[in-house]
């Protein structure tokens, strides 16, 4: 089954990404709104110049993300979202701020999860691994860069915090494994759906097929070719004409009485054969019942239409029945022309007074009704 270009898709997808990062963005300026107040709270250890430039930096590295969005250039990457790259960033950004506070180290540490939250849904579990593993072990080397250059003044209250943290980012990436699974078995099962929908589409289009064509012939049947005329002659535009024609296989009875239905059917294919080399693809013909055929001619005249049927006659009459022998087959013809806003019922009348008059004339003939259709 096609999955469609994915070159296209990440286009179409372009604008999903755009709103995407604009909750990254979002979340960091809340993010930076709870470091500013930690500085002006006193509970940030760093410098005024070093507050500055790690704001700075979160600023900077947005506006390269939004750069890489803006210009497209983030569909040149496997993953076009750049979740994981976000994510490492923001890890990073929050490790430092977590480093340089004290007594409020605690209270952030949930900003962990909000950033792992947000590669939840798109990262795979192994890169979600990764990243929570990123997390942890940047934390844990900051309480061990404490200790190694002054003594913890609360060491079970770090102890504490590694082990929360480590619990909280193990539960995180056991429940995206779960996540991850649910999704690929919901794009199976909208594959394996979509793999049904284009199986009932064909099988559809088959019962269509069934429906609308002569099992004999191939042909059209009754029912379909005057629902196809009745539209032809709803769009047939003003100084335009169709023809209409009523095709009758002459002595068909006696073919049957003579020779059996199998010669019978195998003549009605030979007309059929024979009609299809003879017409264009855009002509209508179809099986109007037993031996008799209707013919619809778009975009025609009386000369032309004449010089059609005519071609059919004689293109029939020196047709050969594939498999059986029978005497000379022959058709009778019948034909009138369609204006714009004409009756398909008086049109189909005026037809078959005209094959009741080739009938009558002995046979094997055209005879027109053009008098009655503005011809």
């Known amino acids: 089954m096609n999955k469609g270009n994915p070159q296209v898709k990440s286009q179409e997808l372009q604008p999903l990404l755009l709103k995407r990062f604009g909750m990254a963005v979002a979340t960091y300026g809340l993010a930076l709104l709870l470091f500013w107040i930690c500085v002006f709270g006193e509970l940030y250890r760093g410098s005024l110049s070093a507050a500055l430039l790690a704001s700075g930096l979160a600023v900077v590295s947005q506006l390269v993300f939004c750069g890489l969005f803006v210009s497209g250039y983030n569909r040149r990457f496997t993953d076009p979202s750049l979740t994981a790259a976000q994510v490492l960033v923001g890890l990073g950004w929050n490790t430092y701020v977590l480093s340089q506070l004290g007594n409020g180290r605690g209270t952030l540490l949930v900003m962990y999860v909000v950033i792992l939250l947000f590669g939840i849904f798109q990262l795979q579990p192994r890169v979600f691994v990764r990243c929570a593993a990123f997390a942890f072990f940047g934390f844990v080397g900051v309480n061990l860069w404490e200790a190694s250059h002054t003594p913890l003044v609360r060491p079970a209250l770090a102890l504490l915090q590694v082990s929360v943290l480590f619990l909280v980012l193990v539960w995180l990436s056991l429940f995206a494994g779960y996540v991850q699974g649910l999704r690929q078995r919901m794009r199976q099962r909208r594959f394996a759906l979509q793999a049904h929908q284009d199986t009932l589409r064909g099988m559809m289009l088959q019962l269509e097929d069934l429906v609308a064509t002569d099992e ?43 020779y059996g239905h199998a010669a019978g059917d195998r003549v009605l294919q030979t007309f059929a054969a024979v009609a299809r080399t003879c017409l264009r693809d855009s002509d209508i013909l179809a099986r109007y019942g037993g031996e008799e055929f209707v013919l619809l001619l778009p975009d025609t005249n009386a000369d032309q239409f004449s010089a059609c049927c005519e071609r059919l006659r004689e293109a029939y009459a020196h047709a050969e029945p594939v498999g059986v022998v029978v005497d000379q087959i022959s058709l009778s013809v019948g034909m009138t022309l369609l204006a714009s806003g004409a009756d398909l019922d008086e049109a189909l009348h005026r037809a078959d007074q005209a094959l009741y008059r080739a009938k009558r004339s002995g046979r094997n003939r055209c005879d027109a009704a053009w008098e009655s259709s503005g011809a």
Do not use: C, M, W
Not at 226 to 255: M, N, T, V
């Open 216 to 258: 004999l012939t191939g042909l059209f049947n009754r029912r379909h070719f005057l629902r196809l005329a009745e539209r032809a002659l709803e769009s047939l535009q003003p100084g335009r004409q169709y023809g209409l024609a009523l095709i009758d296989l002459d002595h068909f009875k006696r073919i049957n009485d003579v």
